[in-house]
């Protein structure tokens, strides 16, 4: 079944690239290139992309804890993804999959239905919380998002989203199943499931762009429980601070949990500023324990440009430099720095902060260098604090 699936996905990719290339035999104003080929028919809407992203990263981390030091340098794949999008009569698709560490994921994969009052999405797809977690991570500002995405499990399910926006709004709203595993071995999802609703609105204040935003989302874990969890804003290390509800755990099993995060950003010419405030409820365990995370992060872009934000979806998009490497220019430069916290208090695990400092260099407008710098502390009762600190770099393509 699995094999059928990928089989299908690559054959329809083939017949609708054979049918762009006869088609632009006949017109040829229906091929584009903007970092990778597609194709379009202007008379019927029809159109073809390939895309896809590879993020190269290395870093050097040490930790420091009771006089004691460990470290280590690293270099991974982070991320090798390859799909399609486009429309076929008036359905949009995506099929984008994840191509690393022998196994096959899914990411984007849903049809999106056009129904006057609004879209409705069909398939694999993230819930409708958080700007820092919806902004594609081509587009976010440091290599990893703020602690509360990665701690509250922020995450892509199998289901139905509802979204309607506009020139200063948007509402989503959606109902989800379980998560897929590796799909060269298995269809099956886990028994978990969610729903989850965010509005967001947007404010001319003279001369800035002003967002604000809600979400909130219930989730079911089914019979697994969970684990609540977090690195220290580097991916090459294990998570630092975790706190296990699965079934037979000390701590209790988690049945459910309700998450609700405040969202706050603005961009005024070169300048931009991202923040949010996360809190999650569980239910099951001794106490029904609560946990909350901040961050917010400062940007400048050096070089002038303004980073991209689309008020219809409440989320960021692709900030291209204003003269690319290619076309004899510098590109964009951008300098960032971002406070994190994440606070596992209720059950002694801990609380977390991070200072991170990041220099962004877009050669292009598919291509970009990230280096980060990271400062951390984990503060656990009873223990020794321990500090972390490294170096990052990553290289980025997308198309």
């Not at 990263?57 to 460990?70: H, M, W």
């Not at 706190?243 to 949990?257: H, I, K, N, Q, V």
Request: charge should be negative; avoid cysteine.
């Amino acid at each position: 079944m699995t094999r059928f699936l990928l089989a299908s996905t690559v054959l329809a990719a083939s017949a609708a690239l054979i049918t762009a290339t006869t088609a632009s035999a006949q017109d040829r104003g229906g091929w584009e290139f903007d970092g990778v080929p597609s194709w379009s028919n202007p008379d019927n809407g029809d159109s073809f992309t390939f895309r896809g992203r590879v993020f190269l990263d290395y870093g050097d981390v040490d930790f420091t804890s009771n006089g004691a030091r460990t470290g280590w340098a690293d270099s991974e794949i982070r991320t090798a993804r390859l799909g399609v999008t486009g429309s076929i009569r008036g359905v949009d698709y995506v099929a984008e999959f994840d191509w690393i560490n022998e196994a096959i994921g899914a990411n984007d994969v849903y049809l999106t239905f056009d129904a006057d009052a609004f879209d409705m999405k069909i398939g694999h797809m993230k819930t409708t919380n958080s700007i820092e977690e919806l902004t594609s991570s081509r587009y976010i500002t440091f290599m990893e998002r703020g602690l509360g995405t990665d701690l509250f499990g922020l995450d892509r399910r199998v289901g139905v989203t509802l979204a309607r926006g506009g020139d200063n709004y948007s509402l989503s709203a959606g109902v989800y199943g379980g998560r897929p595993g590796d799909l060269s071995r298995s269809l099956e999802l886990d028994d978990s499931s969610a729903v989850s609703a965010r509005a967001t609105r947007t404010f001319a204040v003279n001369d800035a762009t002003v967002h604000l935003g809600a979400s909130v989302r219930h989730l079911d874990y089914g019979d697994a429980g969970t684990r609540t969890r977090v690195r220290p804003q580097t991916h090459i290390t294990d998570r630092i601070v975790t706190a296990d509800f699965r079934p037979g755990r000390p701590l209790g099993e988690a049945d459910t949990s309700f998450f609700w995060g405040l969202e706050f950003a603005a961009v005024n010419g070169a300048f931009h500023v991202e923040a949010e405030w996360m809190n999650q409820t569980l239910d099951g365990p001794a106490g029904d324990p609560e946990f909350n995370a901040q961050y917010v992060n400062f940007a400048w872009f050096l070089t002038g440009e303004t980073r991209s934000y689309s008020a219809s979806s409440g989320k960021f998009g692709r900030t291209r430099p204003t003269t690319t490497v290619s076309e004899g220019g510098l590109g964009a430069w951008e300098v960032a720095v971002r406070l994190d916290r994440a606070d596992l208090g209720s059950v002694a695990a801990g609380e977390l902060t991070n200072l991170t400092f990041g220099v962004n260099w877009y050669l292009e407008d598919h291509v970009r260098i990230m280096a980060n710098l990271v400062d951390g502390r984990l503060s656990v009762p009873g223990a020794a604090d321990t500090d972390v600190s490294g170096a990052q770099l990553r290289l980025q393509w997308d198309f």
